[in-house]
């Protein structure tokens, strides 16, 4: 199995408190993606990255930041939680643009 | 917006039996892939079938692609229990092939 390592695997929290989920992996890949998975609507691109610092946004990115400061963590924040952003998070990784996504095996968030 | 839809949206068969199931989607790709989910766990990669691929197979897996109908079909011979998951096909786009668009996945169920 790939070593991604998603943190936390659940939690619970508040309408407008942060929120930071951590992706982190051993497998020294460039690209690193961050995926929301709702019932009815699969999975859905928040933000990537292709490489330390360097991100670009996905078709859902409002509402979340990331980061990434070293090459094996890429960072999700939600500066104020709110309930719609209730879902399984999944971080991804690929070592090629385009190529084969090795999954982490999800954070649930759930926002009351 | 979903690139790729999946067809049905759910699937019941009986072990032995074949699984069949279809992806369209709406833009020129440059490869589409397979992935397996099974119930609350991450998603895992089956097959990657290129634009200029018209078949493939990987073990029971067979997957075809037409690109003059932007469609894809996954057939999965001899089911067993254990391909009981949820199968969502991943499309990576030409003019943004870093990132992966998902439909929103047909679930199967294999009974014995």
């Known amino acids: 199995d790939a070593g991604i390592t998603q943190s936390p695997r659940h939690k619970v929290t508040e309408t407008g408190t942060p929120v930071t989920l951590r992706c982190h992996q051993t497998?020294?890949?460039?690209?690193m993606y961050w995926y929301r998975q709702d019932p009815g609507h699969g999975l859905r691109l928040i933000h990537y990255?292709?490489?330390?610092?360097?991100?670009d946004k996905g078709e859902v990115s409002d509402g979340y930041s990331v980061s990434r400061s070293k090459t094996e963590d890429f960072l999700l924040t939600l500066e104020s939680a709110t309930s719609s952003q209730t879902s399984v998070y999944f971080c991804a990784i690929s070592g090629v643009p385009g190529g084969e996504l090795f999954f982490g095996e999800g954070s649930r968030l759930t926002v009351l | 917006s979903q690139q790729g839809e999946e067809d049905p949206q759910a699937l019941s068969i009986q072990e032995g039996e074949n699984a069949t199931m279809n992806c369209s989607y709406k833009t020129s790709i440059n490869n589409l892939q397979w992935y397996r989910q099974n119930s609350g766990r991450g998603l895992v990669h089956l097959i990657l079938i290129r634009s200029n691929e018209r078949e493939k197979h990987s073990g029971r897996l067979r997957v075809t692609l037409d690109t003059s109908k932007k469609s894809s079909s996954l057939l999965i011979t001899a089911s067993r229990a254990a391909d009981t998951a949820s199968y969502f096909c991943a499309t990576a786009q030409d003019d943004s092939w870093g990132k992966l668009q998902f439909g929103a996945g047909t679930q199967v169920v294999v009974t014995p």
């Open positions: 990255s292709y490489g330390v610092k360097d991100t």
């Open positions: 497998e020294n890949h460039r690209y």
